[in-house]
């Protein structure tokens, strides 16, 4: 495309540009609200509040008493039950160590142990002891949080100074924290534990600064050790975090029993205690803007505190965060696979001068409904009753087990293995509702649109009228941090996001467009902002992608005997490979709760396609929408139910009779293939990565590697595929679908990762280190989750 980039200055003036967007409808702007500052209503102008509302409202906020438990953990009989155990570990590896280096052992070796080893050896024992009790309270002194309420109130009051400089506001809605309150008043003695999706350093400030402000006890924060930097680690310590390693186990296959108990025993007792605990189920920050796979370390420790009533009861509080702009920059370099820039009190101070200089538009935060963890094992035992597949989980009273857990971030005290099922769905439950309740910004469409229906660009009428198609296809279904025309939506995301991301060109025909900036770096950023989307489209995209694949075949068998039928494929085959397909994606999205099945939501998929136009059944062809919802309904009320197995369709077939033949029953509507095309788009990058990943498996066929050189190695041939258009997504590149794909090859068997030294060794499955010719057949189910279309369809 012949285009060139719009002069800032000159004969063309653009439109002028308002600089904000409303907010979503029913929110509120936290940085305007300041009940306690004698506003509203005004009681007396007496009152110093009124001229000073900020420091009232800070000030005048509710306060909480936050008690420290360090010396109650110091004094568990846990703690000095797992430092011992630690002391008397080393004290085996030490005698173990000396036997190996004299060479030999001893023939009477036991017998002068007896007569004068113990004395030396009892020496040495204290000795060990000593250094591991100073350890823990090393330890302890290291994590502990200092949660105050001058510092909360200082906080807030610099916040509320400090955040209208470069946000435009921070919105949430009103009713969701009126229900956090209620939560908090029925239940005073139930915890209540904030668990958000973490996009920035800002996530948890915020979350504070909300709740803090609405006299809601702030939480306790867990927070990566990387974060203890000077100034900014102890402000942080006094908001309420505490600070856990990143890496718990130093030693690869080694658990650290120490800092497990610590960190165990200090959750325990803050819970107990009647502190509000938030920590990130993710681990870290989405590096790609989509969710990540949760983490069950800490959501274990509050699992089993319930389990082994420790206390009557939690509340899990999902939080959805958002951004119209990432005030933390972008994570292209990681994407890359470069190394990331560790944390430090210079980049934090030139972080903040930054933000303060620039313009990041809206945040939001959204509270999601708290649901108890009593009711949640309640619930997975009814399902296990029904179906007789699971375990019955039930609260008792637990004694201490000196066996290391798998699965436990502690080494003394476990988490039992029959509940480690309980809390990966627990997690996935959590990660799956707050992507679901994440409110789309302005960016979040537009680098949708881009990315998915115009690659190439298009005029800012077109992109309002797609946004407007999108708006009305998200109703109901997603809540948008938006309102307002969509041409003014547009206008507004693209000055937000900048030239650098996204900017203004003439076409040929002196048209004016908007556009993705060149570079690869501008479409993996851009691709950050659009994958706030991906999560509630990636089924359908799953779906018609193979649909495609299936059809395409489809259309070579009726070519090569030469018949005419209209190509269509059989509903039940394309969800059983559908089905396979999902198995590719399953570290890369949650595609539906714990308490569904894969094959009910893709039914539910299809119907929505059905609905939307995008393909259509013989019967519906001439339907109305309305009908066609009523049956989509009465479908997905049959799975329910589990009653599709015994009624008949409305045709008189039964579907799941293998009996019957495999006929064509879902069938392409031309009309909308701008659409279909868009929704494939959905996952392509993905597919292309996974497509790379798989190809470059022969590397390894007979040669082991580092899986970091693997990983490199695989980037920068995916760098080769884009700038030579072998591979038409830019945003293929990133390391983070490179390590997905790597578990899910992992999982089937195809490589083997080993640890050595503490570095991560990758190697070929026996099966496939003997026959190379056996890697075609990962190649082909990899293939099958990139787009094809029959035909030259598009």
């Not at 916040?159 to 005073?188: R, W």
């Not at 681990?283 to 509050?302: A, E, N, Q, Y």
């Not at 959905?682 to 798989?694: I, K, M, N, R």
Request: net charge neutral; glycine share 6%; aromatic share 8%.
């Amino acid at each position: 495309m012949d285009e060139k980039i719009i002069p800032t200055r000159g004969w063309f003036e653009e439109p002028k540009r308002e600089n904000s967007l409303a907010h979503g409808i029913g929110t509120q702007n936290m940085l305007e609200l300041t009940p306690h500052a004698g506003r509203k209503p005004f009681h007396t102008l007496k009152d110093w509040g009124v001229y000073f509302p900020y420091v009232a409202q800070s000030f005048r906020s509710k306060k909480f008493d936050y008690p420290q438990v360090t010396s109650l953990v110091q004094k568990d009989p846990v703690l000095q039950r797992a430092v011992k155990q630690a002391a008397e570990q080393i004290l085996r590896e030490q005698e173990q160590q000396s036997k190996e280096t004299t060479g030999h052992e001893d023939l009477n070796f036991n017998e002068r142990r007896n007569s004068y080893r113990p004395p030396h050896r009892h020496s040495d024992y204290q000795h060990i002891l000593q250094r591991q009790e100073y350890r823990a309270i090393k330890i302890l002194k290291e994590m502990r949080s200092t949660l105050n309420n001058f510092l909360l109130a200082f906080t807030s009051w610099l916040l509320y100074k400090l955040l209208p400089c470069f946000l435009t506001g921070v919105v949430t809605h009103t009713q969701q924290i009126e229900m956090l309150k209620t939560a908090s008043e029925k239940a005073p003695g139930i915890p209540l534990i904030f668990l958000p999706l973490h996009r920035s350093h800002l996530d948890y400030i915020l979350v504070t600064f909300i709740l803090t402000n609405n006299d809601i006890r702030s939480p306790l924060v867990a927070a990566g050790n990387n974060l203890q930097i000077p100034v900014f680690g102890e402000i942080l310590r006094g908001l309420g975090a505490f600070f856990i390693k990143r890496k718990i186990d130093p030693i690869v296959g080694k658990k650290d029993i120490i800092y497990r108990a610590v960190l165990h025993l200090y959750l325990q007792h803050a819970l107990k205690m009647g502190h509000n605990v938030e920590f990130f189920i993710e681990g870290g920050r989405t590096r790609t803007g989509k969710p990540c796979m949760p983490k069950g370390g800490i959501l274990s420790v509050i699992v089993n505190a319930f389990m082994d009533r420790s206390i009557p009861d939690a509340l899990l509080v999902p939080v959805s965060v958002n951004y119209e702009r990432l005030v933390d920059g972008n994570f292209v370099r990681e994407q890359k696979g470069e190394k990331k820039i560790p944390e430090s009190f210079g980049k934090a101070m030139s972080g903040i001068w930054k933000a303060l200089n620039s313009k990041y538009g809206l945040m939001r935060i959204d509270f999601n409904e708290p649901y108890s963890i009593k009711e949640l094992v309640q619930s997975y035992n009814k399902i296990a009753k029904e179906d007789g597949s699971m375990k019955i989980y039930k609260p008792s009273a637990r004694t201490l087990q000196h066996n290391q857990s798998t699965s436990s971030l502690y080494g003394t005290d476990v988490v039992c293995e029959e509940h480690r099922s309980l809390i990966e769905s627990i997690s996935r439950q959590v990660v799956y509702d707050c992507a679901a309740a994440t409110s789309i910004m302005s960016t979040n469409a537009l680098a949708f649109l881009l990315l998915t229906r115009y690659r190439n660009g298009a005029t800012d009428k077109e992109l309002a009228k797609a946004l407007d198609d999108l708006r009305q296809r998200l109703t109901g279904k997603k809540d948008l941090g938006f309102s307002g025309e969509s041409i003014h939506i547009i206008n507004y995301a693209t000055d937000l996001l900048g030239e650098k991301l996204v900017k203004r060109c003439y076409d040929s025909n002196n048209q004016i467009l908007i556009c993705v900036a060149n570079g690869i770096e501008s479409w993996i950023e851009l691709a950050y902002y659009s994958n706030t989307l991906t999560p509630h489209f990636a089924l359908q995209s799953i779906v018609l992608t193979t649909f495609h694949n299936l059809l395409l075949k489809h259309v070579n068998m009726l070519e090569e005997n030469l018949t005419s039928t209209e190509p269509g494929i059989c509903r039940k085959k394309l969800i059983e490979a559908a089905i396979e397909n999902c198995e590719v994606y399953r570290y890369e999205y949650i595609l539906y709760k714990p308490t569904q099945t894969l094959e009910q939501v893709l039914e539910s998929a299809i119907d929505e396609l059905i609905v939307q136009g995008i393909i259509k059944t013989e019967e519906t062809e001439n339907e109305p929408e309305s009908v066609m919802e009523s049956r989509r309904k009465a479908r997905g009320l049959a799975t329910y139910l589990g009653e599709e197995s015994d009624d008949m369709s409305d045709d008189g077939h039964n579907f799941l009779d293998v009996e019957q033949p495999q006929l064509p029953d879902l069938f392409l509507i031309s009309d909308t293939k701008v659409q279909q095309k868009a929704l494939c788009e959905v996952l392509a990058p993905y597919g292309h990565a996974y497509l790379c990943v798989a190809q470059s498996l022969y590397i390894l066929y007979q040669n082991s590697m580092l899986e970091s050189e693997f990983i490199k190695l695989v980037v920068k041939e995916l760098n080769t595929k884009v700038k030579t258009q072998q591979c038409p997504y830019a945003e293929s590149i990133s390391t983070d679908s490179v390590r997905n794909c790597l578990k899910v090859l992992e999982k089937w068997s195809v490589i083997e990762i080993s640890n050595q030294s503490g570095l991560r060794l990758l190697a070929l499955g026996t099966l496939y280190e003997t026959s190379r010719s056996s890697l075609k057949n990962i190649v082909q189910r990899i293939s099958d989750i990139v787009p094809y279309y029959a035909n030259d369809y598009f």
